[in-house]
């Protein structure tokens, strides 16, 4: 079987395990991030095209306690530079580039 992205139409994530501690994420992945044990920061790939597509869900539904910050890695979210940060317990976001 060749790349999994030849079969699904853009926008289509590939599910990863369960995150328990900060990583650089890859586009067309989702994670699952677990903060039950704290803050996690999960960092966007340094480099993206257009339709690039990241999605990141609230597993264990902590981020009210433990937030889950998005590392922008020197891109930019709504004309800003600063990093997100996710302190909604239940969250999910799709981020598309």
């Given amino acids: 079987m060749s790349n999994l992205k030849d079969f699904f139409p853009p926008g289509f994530v590939e599910w990863q395990s369960v995150v ?3 990583m650089t994420m890859e586009a067309g992945k989702g994670y699952p991030v677990d ?3 704290g803050q996690i920061t999960m960092t966007l790939p340094a480099s993206a095209s257009l339709g690039d597509t990241i999605e990141i869900n609230d597993y264990a539904r902590t981020f009210g306690t433990h937030k889950c910050i998005i590392n922008l890695n020197g891109h ?18 799709t981020l598309v580039y």
């Fill in 20 to 22: 328990t501690s900060s």
């Fill in 35 to 37: 903060t039950s044990s």
């Fill in 76 to 93: 930019k979210m709504g004309g800003g530079s600063y990093d997100p940060e996710v302190d909604v317990s239940g969250s999910a976001l």
